[in-house]
């Protein structure tokens, strides 16, 4: 059964410094996800990306927050200069259309 | 504001009981309907979901879920629970956006 993947499970990185989360969609979906679940809180939607722009985006996903499809299989999340309040699971999701989203077993990001 | 309510935080139930999640959202429009099941360490499942017509819908797992128009509500059943089922579980809608809106999540134990 086909499913999204991401990479790393588990990123580490001090304050300050960038990251990129890895993902790899489902190979026929044309829609594109990240969320985030902060420990102990829900599920938070960050952007939505299709046709190599996005979409929509979220209040959290300010200008240190981007997202590129650099090639055919690879959607990323990269964060400028991380905060100690990034540390959260970041899930990658993605859809054959505007209906259900499959996700990923997601990244664990810890900020120092 | 659009919000999906989970009220039960926690709830335990023994082998072989029944089982009863809420989930309830706001918002006039009908959304479209989601649950996801999310085991430790793992992403999020799809369940089953509810885009429109039988109100009682049918998911993996021996999962069930009923659309109740008049109350607003979408809550998850199992006549059987099983201790594999003990999980996260996730209520999840969808407006006119294709950003999926979390519920806060019911933690789920399940005692031998």
């Known amino acids: 059964e086909p499913e999204v993947t991401q990479t790393p499970s588990h990123q580490v990185t001090q304050m300050g410094q960038e990251v990129i989360l890895r993902c790899v969609p489902i190979s026929n979906h044309l829609y594109f996800y990240w969320y985030r679940q902060i420990l102990g809180q829900k599920v938070e939607f960050l952007v939505s990306?299709?046709?190599?722009?996005?979409?929509?985006k979220s209040e959290i996903f300010d200008d240190q927050f981007s997202v590129e499809r650099p090639d055919g299989s690879n959607f990323t999340l990269k964060i400028r200069s991380t905060k100690l309040e990034d540390s959260a699971m970041y899930f990658c999701?993605?859809?054959?259309?505007?209906?259900?989203?499959?996700f990923g077993a997601g990244t664990r990001l810890s900020v120092l | 504001a659009q919000s999906v309510t989970q009220p039960d935080i926690h709830i335990t139930v023994s082998e072989g009981a029944s089982l009863e999640l809420r989930c309830n959202y706001s918002y006039g429009a009908t959304p479209y309907l989601f649950w996801y099941v999310q085991s430790p360490g793992q992403g999020l499942q799809l369940l089953l979901k509810y885009f429109s017509g039988d109100t009682l819908v049918q998911g993996i797992k021996g999962f069930e879920a009923e659309f109740k128009r008049s109350q607003s509500s979408f809550n998850l059943r199992k006549p059987s629970v099983h201790w594999s089922d003990a999980a996260e579980y996730f209520c999840?809608?969808?407006?006119?956006?294709?950003?999926?809106?979390f519920g806060t999540g019911t933690r789920l134990q399940v005692f031998p």
């Open positions: 990306f299709y046709n190599n722009e996005i979409s929509e």
């Open positions: 999840a809608v969808v407006y006119n956006t294709d950003k999926l809106i």
């Open positions: 999701a993605s859809s054959e259309a505007k209906n259900i989203q499959y």
